[in-house]
């Protein structure tokens, strides 16, 4: 894709990569305008140190947009320098919008779009965005993403536990109604390793970030956790339909002993189902 002049008829193209984290990361960092009649525009704004990555973005989108810098007061910044990318085609609006990007506040309302896409390269997209890759206080390797959406944080957890086995339970904290799904130690390590993976469109410095995981080694004195691993649906499949344990244990990942458990228990609630009397 990098390496081709992109089309009308490619924009947004879910299942190609760069389209996917471009997407993600609007979903969560852009800003999508209606204005009267059919005007309108999407905005992107980000600090001046991450201009390259909105250019990027420009060079992606085969409509009119333009990359503009400014200066001024915040409330942490007394000058604070951004980066602005501003497109108005209303055809690419109305592209995004039908993919699943909200116009006006849209914080709680994104979610995975219903169309074929890039799963890691979208994930990759909304954390640039809305979350963080590094290393905790007492040096621990950590990816977390904040986000308001049930459907993104629960999204998130499903691939997570895909790739890392590590279950998370997905709850708004109190003080600001959002959730803070996290990652740390070996986990963590695994998931970057999955979703920034070489010559992948990302903003540079958390690419940095990401490659510096890698070199992470737990401390010989540091006691390892086992999180539980919660049975899936497939693996009530596949658990009676053999008599052969250690085989199965194998296939499942388990040991022998948490098959033959979990085997008693299915095999018991099965006999006490009425339906099955």
């Not at 193209?13 to 800003?31: I, K, N, R, S, W």
């Not at 992470?216 to 658990?239: E, F, I, N, Y």
Request: aromatic share 10%; hydrophobic share 35%.
């Amino acid at each position: 894709m990098a390496d081709c002049e992109p089309s009308a008829h490619q924009f947004m193209d879910l299942t190609v990569p760069e389209y996917a984290y471009m997407f993600g990361f609007l979903q969560a960092d852009g800003h999508l305008y209606q204005g009267a009649g059919q005007k309108g525009r999407l905005t992107v704004e980000l600090n001046a140190r991450d201009v390259d990555l909105l250019y990027r973005f420009k060079n992606l989108t085969p409509y009119n947009s333009s990359v503009t810098e400014r200066t001024r007061s915040m409330n942490f910044a007394e000058n604070h320098h951004s980066a602005i990318w501003t497109l108005c085609s209303l055809e690419a609006r109305t592209r995004l919008n039908e993919l699943g990007l909200p116009y006006g506040r849209k914080s709680r309302k994104i979610t995975p779009s219903h169309v074929a896409f890039s799963s890691r390269d979208y994930l990759r997209g909304l954390i640039d965005a809305d979350g963080s890759v590094g290393y905790t206080g007492p040096g621990r390797p950590f990816i977390s993403l904040t986000t308001s959406s049930t459907a993104i944080g629960a999204y998130l957890c499903s691939y997570a536990r895909k790739i890392t086995g590590a279950e998370r339970l997905i709850k708004r904290n109190t003080r600001d109604e959002v959730y803070n799904i996290s990652y740390e130690k070996e986990a963590a390590q695994d998931l970057v390793a999955d979703l920034y993976y070489p010559g992948c469109l990302s903003l540079g410095r958390k690419r940095v970030k990401a490659d510096a995981l890698v070199r992470w080694t737990r401390p010989l004195d540091m006691r390892v956790v086992h999180s539980r691993r919660h049975w899936t649906t497939r693996d009530d499949q596949v658990l009676p339909k053999s008599d052969d344990i250690p085989a199965v244990a194998e296939e499942l990942g388990r040991t022998e002993t948490s098959c033959r458990l979990r085997l008693w228990r299915l095999r018991n609630s099965r006999m006490m189902t009425p339906s099955d009397s």
